[in-house]
């Protein structure tokens, strides 16, 4: 059984707490205070991140189609010069003041790839690069890895490869050494 007095003498315990464990429990209820508020800053810079990352990428996808909308812009008056040679062509059916048309047209456009750094990767009679070619065909030849053919032209730029060309290449031929009787191959 439980006396009466045990209680008391547990609340007695209780009252008289020793002036080290108030230090404690001052200094436990400071810090757990602080990691409260740390916590709390924490989630703030989480939440401050996120929507920095969120406007960044909105950003981001701004600035894409602006960039889209300059580049179509400077290719807008080649579309409207082959559409006026279309047209001009539908009038009057003078092929031959529709091929200059389409020669200008063509010389405007290599003119702003040019200016836009675009360069055609040099391939026919080159080593066979991987980093610029992209072989479709090989065939056997006496002088091995050399493009033989330019199927489609690749392109540069800044050093980037855009596309590839893409190029038949040669590949050396394997000679066949005599065999012995044995069926192995001389020394």
């Known amino acids: 059984m439980i006396s009466v007095e045990e209680p008391k003498a547990e609340q007695t315990q209780h009252e008289t707490v020793p002036p080290e464990l108030a230090e404690l429990k001052a200094q436990l209820e400071l810090k757990e ?6 916590i709390e800053r924490l989630q703030r810079l989480q939440a401050d991140f996120e929507n920095y990352k969120k406007r960044q990428a909105r950003e981001s996808e701004e600035l894409l189609v602006r960039l889209e909308d300059r580049l179509l812009t400077e290719i807008l008056p080649i579309y409207d010069n082959l559409e006026r040679a279309f047209r001009s062509f539908n009038k009057n059916n003078d092929k031959d003041s529709f091929i200059e048309g389409i020669e200008r047209i063509f010389a405007q456009f290599h003119a702003f790839l040019e200016n836009k750094g675009v360069r055609p990767i040099p391939a026919l009679g080159e080593l066979f690069d991987p980093a610029l070619h992209e072989a479709l065909i090989t065939v056997e030849a006496e ?6 053919e330019e199927f ?3 392109y540069q730029r800044a050093g980037r490869v855009l596309r590839p060309s893409k190029v038949k ?8 050494e005599p065999q012995s009787p044995s069926g192995s191959a001389t020394p």
């Open 143 to 148: 002088d091995g890895g050399k493009v033989l």
């Open 33 to 38: 205070q602080q990691n409260k508020e740390l």
């Open 169 to 176: 290449v040669s590949k050396r031929r394997i000679s066949q």
């Open 152 to 154: 489609e032209r690749g």
